[in-house]
């Protein structure tokens, strides 16, 4: 209070602020899934088209998911995709199949059902995600009705560049997401999946706030002599702009997000009745039991039993239809890595901070990986020394199961952003330190002001040296700070308004390769 307010005799109390302005980390760990949803709308609000933040898998299901009837009816479907049984002349020489009396049926996907988005979300909770932004740009598209060829990748003519184009331009206004995922673009034709990644490697480096995780065309099914293409093609697609603000991972991972209960008959033939007694009930091998199951599906008794329960007659009825079951439940769960990996990463901060690489661990929730990667397989991956363009691979090791291995960026060829924690390190100094400098706009630019900064931002990166985010002996080793006038300004930028801070850090960067070195010691007599 002024002394021109006080009026009265009496005792007065001037309350100064005792703590000085200070830096509030940002989060770290915030992605954004930009994709396709059972639905979007909540209380009559569309949520189409928007980004909107989740804490939760159960917020994500009351908006985005279809509502559940009242039990005993059976859960409703959340991703139904449909599956073809297609008879070959041969033992199929890649994709899933099954022999059923002394033929061979390759197991294909209706392409037009394969979606990836809602198991990328559960995944990335079983992981340790806390909070996410979600943005659907639709809901599921028709089915085509058909099986995919044999051999080709998977195109899902739902799936609409503009429309994930036009989702990641939603984020342009959001500053919180630290991670960008399209686990769908792998869906897109190898042309448009090429354009996306560079859209979002190109929005990531101007906005400098985010990393983009990206999956790759052919990691769900690759072939154990070709798979090297699958990369190749990746690396040639990416163009060069925004590689440190990328991050890819190979191959997609078996998951058991979806059970036993998820799949049945529905899912085969597009639910064609017919065409599924063909194959489990022929004539030339007619089963009573399998029969009576599916003519009570065909037409209901007055008191009708719920689906799930009409599929588990039928898998104990037949011991070929419970292996197609097994068969298809096995690649509905093979899913792209990228949302897990994003679960990864906050378990990771959460655990031991953003400075440590999200490498050398394993992803909960990931049963299988659809090939193995040897040591002369991994070095191809994480270094190209052409390209510079790294990929970690997700390997199975004996004994130790299935590991994230390896936390490089794209930019692999460069000394200063080759690593993700450095990148991700980097990114969450930087804007922590912009967003709590906000505070000094406008206010008198000269000393009192710069050693107010330098004390505030000096403060905040002796926090991150204790928690060993920073390397060095003593806070001096680790970092500095400079401000002030015919250091870091001068007096045509006082003239200009422009106040510039410079500060240097020692990033703590992962050990990569571990060299041992062995001499052979002569003995020694006594």
Same mark, same amino acid.
């Given at each position: 209070?002024?002394?021109?307010? %006080? ?15 200070? =830096? ?12 396709? +949803? ?38 409703? %479907?959340?991703? !139904? ?17 099954? %022999? ?7 197991? *294909? ?20 995600? @806390? ?19 044999? #051999? ?15 989702? *990641?331009?939603? *984020? ?13 673009? +792998? ?11 560079? =859209?979002?490697?190109?929005? +990531? ?55 036993? #209960? ?21 004539? !030339?091998?007619?089963?009573? @039991? ?43 769960? *093979? ?54 363009? #790294? ?33 991700? +390190? ?12 906000? @505070? ?49 300004? #001068? ?12 500060? %240097? ?22």
């Amino acid at each position: 209070m002024s002394d021109s307010n %006080k009026q009265a005799s009496d005792v007065y109390i001037d309350e100064k602020n005792a703590f000085p302005n200070s =830096v509030v980390p940002v989060a770290t760990a915030v992605p954004a899934f930009i994709g396709y +949803t059972p639905k979007a709308e909540y209380g009559g609000e569309s949520y189409t088209n928007v980004a909107y933040k989740i804490t939760s898998m159960a917020e994500f299901e009351a908006i985005y998911c279809f509502p559940n009837p009242t039990p005993p009816a059976d859960p409703v %479907k959340q991703y !139904d995709p449909q599956y073809y049984l297609v008879a070959q002349r041969e033992r199929p020489s890649q994709g899933k199949y099954i %022999k059923i009396r002394n033929s061979f049926y390759s197991i *294909l996907p209706d392409p037009n059902t394969i979606y990836y988005l809602y198991n990328s979300v559960r995944l990335f909770f079983e992981n340790g995600g @806390a909070g996410a932004y979600i943005v659907s740009v639709g809901g599921y598209g028709l089915p085509s009705k058909k099986p995919v060829e044999q #051999s080709a990748q998977i195109v899902n003519d739902n799936v609409s560049l503009n429309d994930l184009k036009t989702g *990641l331009e939603l *984020l342009i206004k959001q500053r919180e997401p630290t991670m960008y995922i399209c686990p769908e673009a +792998t869906l897109l034709s190898p042309q448009e999946n090429a354009i996306l990644t560079q =859209v979002m490697l190109l929005q +990531t480096e101007e906005m400098e706030t985010s990393l983009a995780i990206f999956d790759i065309i052919g990691g769900r099914d690759p072939d154990p002599l070709t798979w090297y293409r699958d990369i190749q093609n990746f690396r040639n697609s990416t163009g060069v702009r925004g590689l440190k603000y990328g991050v890819c991972y190979y191959p997609f991972v078996g998951t058991n997000m979806m059970g036993p #209960s998820d799949i049945d008959y529905r899912n085969l033939f597009g639910g064609n009745i017919k065409s599924l007694s063909a194959l489990i009930n022929p004539p !030339d091998a007619p089963n009573s @039991a399998v029969k009576k199951v599916l003519d009570m599906i065909e037409k209901p008794p007055v008191d009708p039993m719920t689906p799930r329960q009409y599929n588990a007659l039928l898998e104990t009825a037949s011991k070929a239809y419970a292996l197609i079951m097994k068969y298809i439940l096995a690649d509905v769960n *093979l899913i792209p890595p990228s949302g897990g990996m994003a679960g990864v990463y906050a378990n990771n901060d959460d655990t031991y901070g953003v400075w440590q690489a999200p490498e050398n661990t394993s992803m909960y929730g990931v049963v299988s990986v659809p090939i193995l990667f040897s040591d002369s397989d991994q070095a191809g991956l994480s270094v190209d020394a052409v390209s510079g363009k #790294s990929i970690n691979s997700i390997r199975f090791f004996p004994g130790q199961g299935i590991l994230v291995w390896g936390a490089r960026t794209l930019d692999g060829n460069s000394m200063d952003w080759r690593y993700v924690s450095v990148r991700r +390190t980097m990114t969450f100094l930087e804007q922590s330190v912009k967003l709590a400098a906000r @505070a000094y706009i406008f206010e008198l630019n000269d000393s009192n002001t710069w050693s107010a900064v330098k004390s505030m931002i000096g403060s905040f990166l002796t926090s991150v040296w204790k928690q060993g985010g920073l390397q060095g002996k003593s806070p001096a080793d680790a970092f500095s700070v400079d401000i002030g006038l015919g250091s870091t300004m #001068s007096p045509e930028d006082l003239l200009n308004g422009f106040m510039r801070v410079t500060v %240097k850090v020692a990033v703590v960067r992962p050990a990569e390769f571990i060299v041992f070195t062995f001499e052979q010691q002569m003995a020694k007599s006594d």
